[in-house]
Protein backbone atom coordinates (compact mmCIF):
# COMPACT_ATOMS: atom_id res chain seq x y z
CA UNK A 1 0.00 0.00 0.00
CA UNK A 2 0.94 3.62 -0.87
CA UNK A 3 0.27 6.55 0.87
CA UNK A 4 0.40 10.01 -1.06
CA UNK A 5 0.32 13.36 0.93
CA UNK A 6 0.32 16.52 -0.67
CA UNK A 7 1.52 20.05 0.44
CA UNK A 8 2.47 23.14 -1.02
CA UNK A 9 -0.66 24.77 -1.53
CA UNK A 10 -2.05 27.98 -0.96
CA UNK A 11 -3.58 31.20 -1.83
CA UNK A 12 -1.28 33.26 -4.68
CA UNK A 13 -1.44 36.23 -6.77
CA UNK A 14 -1.97 35.83 -10.81
CA UNK A 15 1.60 35.52 -11.99
CA UNK A 16 2.94 33.87 -8.75
CA UNK A 17 4.53 30.62 -8.20
CA UNK A 18 4.15 27.55 -6.33
CA UNK A 19 6.10 24.61 -5.79
CA UNK A 20 3.72 21.02 -4.58
CA UNK A 21 5.19 18.25 -3.21
CA UNK A 22 3.94 14.63 -3.11
CA UNK A 23 5.80 12.52 -0.18
CA UNK A 24 5.20 8.65 -0.11
CA UNK A 25 5.32 7.13 2.93
CA UNK A 26 6.50 3.63 4.07
CA UNK A 27 8.20 2.85 0.42
CA UNK A 28 10.01 4.29 -2.34
CA UNK A 29 8.13 5.74 -5.25
CA UNK A 30 11.31 4.65 -7.89
CA UNK A 31 9.17 2.41 -9.83
CA UNK A 32 6.02 4.16 -9.87
CA UNK A 33 4.71 5.94 -12.81
CA UNK A 34 3.49 9.65 -11.20
CA UNK A 35 1.07 12.60 -12.16
CA UNK A 36 -0.67 15.60 -10.68
CA UNK A 37 -4.25 15.80 -11.83
CA UNK A 38 -6.58 19.01 -10.49
CA UNK A 39 -10.56 19.40 -10.28
CA UNK A 40 -11.84 22.63 -9.71
CA UNK A 41 -15.28 23.43 -8.14
CA UNK A 42 -18.08 22.13 -10.60
CA UNK A 43 -15.04 20.93 -13.15
CA UNK A 44 -14.11 17.77 -14.62
CA UNK A 45 -11.16 16.24 -12.86
CA UNK A 46 -8.20 16.93 -15.17
CA UNK A 47 -5.02 15.16 -15.80
CA UNK A 48 -2.38 18.46 -15.47
CA UNK A 49 1.16 16.30 -15.69
CA UNK A 50 3.22 12.85 -15.29
CA UNK A 51 6.50 11.63 -15.34
CA UNK A 52 7.99 8.48 -15.92
CA UNK A 53 9.60 6.00 -13.45
CA UNK A 54 13.45 6.08 -11.87
CA UNK A 55 15.00 8.68 -13.64
CA UNK A 56 11.90 10.91 -14.94
CA UNK A 57 13.31 11.28 -18.24
CA UNK A 58 9.83 11.47 -19.76
CA UNK A 59 7.59 13.63 -18.90
CA UNK A 60 3.76 14.81 -20.37
CA UNK A 61 1.78 17.76 -19.31
CA UNK A 62 -1.70 19.12 -20.36
CA UNK A 63 -1.79 21.56 -23.17
CA UNK A 64 -2.72 24.36 -20.67
CA UNK A 65 0.32 24.27 -18.84
CA UNK A 66 2.72 23.58 -20.95
CA UNK A 67 5.87 25.81 -20.28
CA UNK A 68 4.72 27.20 -17.18
CA UNK A 69 4.58 23.87 -14.99
CA UNK A 70 7.49 21.32 -14.61
CA UNK A 71 7.16 17.98 -12.83
CA UNK A 72 10.36 16.32 -11.17
CA UNK A 73 10.93 13.66 -8.75
CA UNK A 74 13.14 13.13 -5.85
CA UNK A 75 13.37 9.31 -5.41
CA UNK A 76 15.75 9.37 -2.51
CA UNK A 77 13.39 11.78 -0.75
CA UNK A 78 10.11 9.28 -2.46
CA UNK A 79 9.03 12.45 -3.69
CA UNK A 80 7.40 14.27 -6.67
CA UNK A 81 6.97 18.20 -7.69
CA UNK A 82 4.91 20.55 -9.10
CA UNK A 83 6.64 23.78 -10.14
CA UNK A 84 3.93 26.09 -10.68
CA UNK A 85 5.71 29.66 -12.66
CA UNK A 86 3.06 32.39 -14.23
CA UNK A 87 -0.11 30.99 -12.29
CA UNK A 88 -3.65 32.29 -13.78
CA UNK A 89 -7.14 32.18 -11.56
CA UNK A 90 -8.48 29.04 -13.64
CA UNK A 91 -5.38 27.21 -12.06
CA UNK A 92 -7.37 27.66 -9.18
CA UNK A 93 -8.54 23.88 -7.93
CA UNK A 94 -7.31 20.89 -5.92
CA UNK A 95 -4.47 19.16 -6.65
CA UNK A 96 -3.55 15.61 -6.30
CA UNK A 97 -1.00 13.36 -6.83
CA UNK A 98 -1.29 9.65 -8.41
CA UNK A 99 1.02 7.02 -8.81
CA UNK A 100 0.71 3.91 -11.10
CA UNK A 101 2.02 0.10 -9.91
CA UNK A 102 2.55 -0.56 -13.79
CA UNK A 103 5.24 1.80 -14.39
CA UNK A 104 3.52 3.51 -16.93
CA UNK A 105 2.30 7.11 -16.83
CA UNK A 106 0.33 9.93 -19.17
CA UNK A 107 -3.33 11.22 -18.56
CA UNK A 108 -4.56 8.01 -19.96
CA UNK A 109 -3.47 5.33 -17.61
CA UNK A 110 -4.76 3.67 -14.42
CA UNK A 111 -3.27 5.50 -11.65
CA UNK A 112 -3.41 3.22 -8.37
CA UNK A 113 -3.06 5.17 -5.25
CA UNK A 114 -4.46 8.69 -4.85
CA UNK A 115 -3.20 11.60 -2.48
CA UNK A 116 -6.06 13.34 -0.69
CA UNK A 117 -4.92 16.68 -2.65
CA UNK A 118 -4.09 20.15 -1.59
CA UNK A 119 -5.67 23.55 -2.31
CA UNK A 120 -4.58 26.35 -4.87
CA UNK A 121 -6.22 29.14 -4.89
CA UNK A 122 -4.94 31.63 -7.36
CA UNK A 123 -6.43 35.49 -7.00
CA UNK A 124 -6.42 37.82 -9.91
Known amino acids: QVQLVESGGGLVQAGGSLRLSCTAS????????MAWFRQAPGKEHEFVASISTWSGIHTSYADSVKGRFTISRDNAKATVYLQMNSLKPEDTAVYSCAASISGTWGPDIKYNYWGRGTQVTVSS
Open 26 to 33: GRTLSNYG
